[in-house]
Structures are given as C-alpha cells and as structure tokens.
C-alpha cells in the first residue's frame, strides 16, 4: 500500500470566509493574511495504492472554467494534478477510482477537462467516480447559498459517461479505507479513514481543512450548518485523540499532517509531520 500527497494548485481565499465568527485578531496569529485579507491555501488531493486499486480522493478545481472564476481564486504556483500523478509515478490512466469528499468546485473541477470541439471530457477515463448519494442529490438541487460552489460541468458529464457510483452509506470502501459522513460543510461530506502500517490517517478535507481549524470555533463561514459542524468535530477529534489519528489537510499549504493533544484549551496539533516522513 502507498499514500502519496497530490497537490492540485495552490490559491487563496479571505480570510473571513475561512473563519467565520472568529475575529481575525486571533486567526491571524495562525495563518496571515495580505494586504486584502487573503490567506493561502492548496487542493491537496490523496492517492492511495491499494493492491491493484489506484485510488483518488478529490482532484482540485481544475483548468476549464472562465478568466472570471479564476479572477476570484488568486492561483499562484506551477502545481498542476497531472504534474503531481507523474511524481507519484502515474498518469490520469492509471487511476482506477475517484472519489470525492464532496462536488463543491474546488474539490471536483479537475475530473472534467475541455476538449479541442469545446465537449466535456473526462481526466480519469478508466476510473469510476463515487460520491455519497446525499452529496450528489444536495449538488443536483443546490441551496440559494451554495448554489456558487456547485457547476455542473465538474459533475453531470460522469453520470453521462456511465462513470458515476453513488454510495448510499458509510463504511468500508476497501479493506484499509472506511469512509464516514458529516453533514456540517455540506449534505453527505465523506471522509476516509485509512489504516497504513499499524496507524490511522483521516484525509480531512473541510471538515477540517487546516490545522488552524482544529480549535472548536473555527469553523468556516462557508458551513451550511455550523453547529452541526461544531458537534461533528468535538465528537470526532475527541476519539482522534484516543486512538491517535493523524490527520491529513486538504487546504493547508503549510502543514500536511498531524498529530493531536489535549489541552487546557482543547484539541490541538501535536507533532507535525511531511507525510512522506511518516509513512517511512
């Protein structure tokens, strides 16, 4: 089995959005802004190799949207998915499963590209893509709040390809990975848990996207339900810390994984670790 960190891009976001009622007096001693409030972050996507399985979890943004999505994205950096699968040893052919956490734009955009005729196409032609039924009816019927988050294009051409499984419940998705819902970012979020060697890493995505976000009110904005969040991630990182996960982050740019501990003040990041350093 194998573990590989894919970064997709690197952008930024604001800083508000990515703490909501947090007071950026006290998010910004964590990650720090610029001139306009902006924060960096990443997309980065986890390959697993599991037997003959070569496994995927989320794919970035993509490339194929308009000058104006990208205008509000702030790109910056010469990280591409398919630069990143070739430094793991693979091309998009290779793998044989995508699955998503969730269809929000910046997570799925990279599984369609564009073609020279201008017709949609798909990155991972030989893979099947999941995503939790929940997630995908939520996306399909989008809320006036997150209609932003959710195009079409990222998604509907899978279904169209026949390349599309909907899961229905939680649980074990291969022998080493089990996948559990929260509905606190979005409707039917999924998050694997993997067991590698003897230790279990949770690929966190926005359930927690950095390790900024492991104290209990900071939460983003951008959560359709953040009390529901709040609860989803006191219960979560109370057992992360009795069975001694290590928590990989999909939007940290600096911190790929951690460990938990206990404090005065709650959960927070252990040791910190390149996830390269760990698995070895």
């Not at 950096?77 to 044989?96: F, M, V």
């Not at 030989?126 to 809320?143: E, F, L, R």
């Not at 080493?176 to 995505?205: R, S």
């Amino acid at each position: 089995m194998q573990i590989h960190s894919i970064v997709a891009e690197n952008w930024k976001m604001d800083g508000g959005a990515a703490f909501g009622v947090v007071p950026q007096t006290m998010w910004r001693k964590l990650i720090k802004p610029d001139e306009n409030n902006l924060i960096p972050i990443t997309s980065r996507c986890l390959l697993v190799v599991d037997g003959d399985r070569k496994i995927l979890f989320d794919t970035g943004m993509g490339n194929k949207q308009s000058d104006k999505y990208y205008g509000f994205r702030f790109l910056f950096g010469d990280h591409s998915l398919e630069k990143s699968l070739s430094e793991a040893g693979l091309t998009p052919g290779d793998i044989t499963d995508v699955v998503f956490t969730h269809l929000h734009d910046d997570h799925c955009g990279g599984a369609v590209k564009i073609d020279p005729d201008g017709e949609p196409e798909l990155v991972f032609k030989n893979a099947t893509h999941h995503v939790s039924s929940d997630q995908w009816h939520w996306a399909n019927h989008p809320n006036s709040r997150e209609i932003g988050s959710f195009f079409k294009i990222n998604f509907k051409p899978i279904e169209t390809a026949g390349k599309l499984n909907l899961i229905d419940k939680p649980g074990y998705f291969t022998e080493n990975i089990e996948l559990f819902q929260v509905d606190g970012h979005t409707k039917g979020q999924m998050i694997p848990k993997i067991q590698y060697n003897g230790k279990t890493f949770v690929f966190t995505a926005d359930f927690i996207p950095s390790a900024a976000h492991i104290p209990l009110p900071y939460i983003a904005s951008v959560d359709i339900q953040p009390l529901v969040a709040l609860n989803e991630k006191e219960a979560f990182l109370q057992e992360a810390i009795e069975l001694n996960y290590f928590l990989i982050f999909e939007h940290d740019i600096d911190t790929e994984c951690c460990n938990l501990v206990m404090t005065e003040k709650g959960p927070r990041a252990g040791d910190v670790f390149k996830l390269k350093e760990i698995l070895h």
